[in-house]
């Protein structure tokens, strides 16, 4: 019972110390508009996973170690791979006329931005079904872990329609575990 007692003093300083506004983090505004053109217009031929080698390109105000952006990618593409198909090597083999990962770009961006998607005009993440490119927000609105939804695009690229119709079929291995997702104007 003394342990029960404990704990609860200990929430309630916790809960006192803090201001309310203090428990929610707070979230600027997305990045500008991230189109086509300039996913296009990145240089990709410096940087590229170390598993399967998936042309990179890195924007200079993403912070963090270059090294373990890329090793995060690889194995959040090994993950859902082996979810997905139960396969990690299907990333190297084409499968269904998908070409092998190494032939896919990725332009990693800070943070949420602008974009023209099917359903929403602010992007976490985005496929450009033509041109082999998903560029990816490394933190994203609400509490996520970095890359949230690179699974997510690797879905598209993989055969979930871009309207979402067959969701169904790749939400187990797509969806981020504990992910919260908070509205813009929360924390501000």
């Not at 203090?22 to 979230?27: N, S, V, Y």
């Not at 998908?98 to 976490?124: K, N, Q």
């Not at 969806?175 to 924390?187: E, K, Q, S, V």
Request: glycine share 10%; charged share 20%.
């Amino acid at each position: 019972m003394n342990y029960f007692i404990l704990i609860a003093l200990n929430l309630l300083l916790f809960f006192s110390a803090c201001d309310a506004g203090d428990l929610i983090p707070e979230f600027g505004s997305p990045i500008s508009e991230i189109t086509l053109a300039d996913a296009e217009s990145q240089d990709y031929s410096d940087l590229t996973t170390p598993l399967y080698g998936i042309q990179v390109s890195i924007r200079g105000d993403v912070g963090g170690n270059e090294g373990n952006i890329l090793e995060t990618l690889d194995e959040m593409a090994t993950n859902f791979l082996e979810c997905q198909f139960g396969d990690s090597s299907i990333g190297f083999d084409e499968f269904q006329m998908v070409m092998p990962l190494s032939e896919l770009r990725v332009f990693v961006v800070p943070f949420t931005f602008e974009c023209e998607a099917i359903d929403r005009d602010t992007c976490d993440g985005l496929y450009f079904f033509d041109s082999d490119i998903i560029v990816i927000a490394r933190e994203i609105r609400g509490i996520c872990d970095d890359f949230a939804f690179w699974k997510h695009e690797l879905g598209h690229r993989y055969g979930m329609a871009g309207d979402h119709s067959n969701l169904g079929d790749f939400e187990a291995c797509i969806d981020p575990p504990g992910c919260i997702d908070l509205p813009f104007g929360i924390g501000d």
